[in-house]
């Protein structure tokens, strides 16, 4: 009966990383369409990132504060908000406890974007801890197994306390019979 069913032949192409990159790059052409024509209607964005990632560049009392993660809100008040092709990174200006302050956060440090008016979300494992997830031998996920770069789908974190819709790769994956 074993012999009845085929399995997927592991794939020598790391195509979960690249889906990963490319709903990276959503939130990159997020960020720079609202730079360039603001944020419409109700719309605004949640983003959490690894204050300790490579090439973030935050206010020392912030990183002590958030040593992990920290989350973002861009709504109301923000300024010079950019999306930097070269360096891939986020540029923001906001204000903590009254304080103003620039943020640069790259794309690889971004481990959550939200947008709660439509309850739209992305969910990203760092870089690294993807490739530490997949197999040595070919870089490809176990049948089964949730692809690299993609939380499950469920519902967002307490914190945010906004149900979303977190986008799974395993709707993109051929179904074998």
Known sequence: ??????????????????????LRHVVARAIAHVATHGLP???????????GAPGV??????????????TIVLQNQFWDLAFNDDTQAIQVGLSFGGV???????LD????????????GLRFQPPEAAAAEAPASNGASPAGAEPAGAEPAG?????DAV????VSL???RRRTP
């Open 57 to 70: 560049d935050i206010p020392p009392r912030l990183r002590a504060q958030y040593p992990g993660e920290m």
């Open 41 to 51: 209607g109700g719309h605004h964005f949640y983003i959490t990132f690894r204050t």
């Open 170 to 172: 395993d709707a993109f």
């Open 163 to 166: 149900p979303g819709q977190v």
């Open 1 to 22: 009966m074993e012999d009845d069913q085929q399995q997927r032949p592991d794939s020598l192409l790391p195509y979960e990383t690249w889906i990963a990159e490319s």
């Open 155 to 159: 519902a967002l974190p307490a914190k």
């Open 100 to 106: 103003p302050s620039k943020l640069v956060i790259p």
């Open 109 to 120: 440090a971004v481990v959550e974007f939200d947008d709660p008016h439509i309850r739209y």
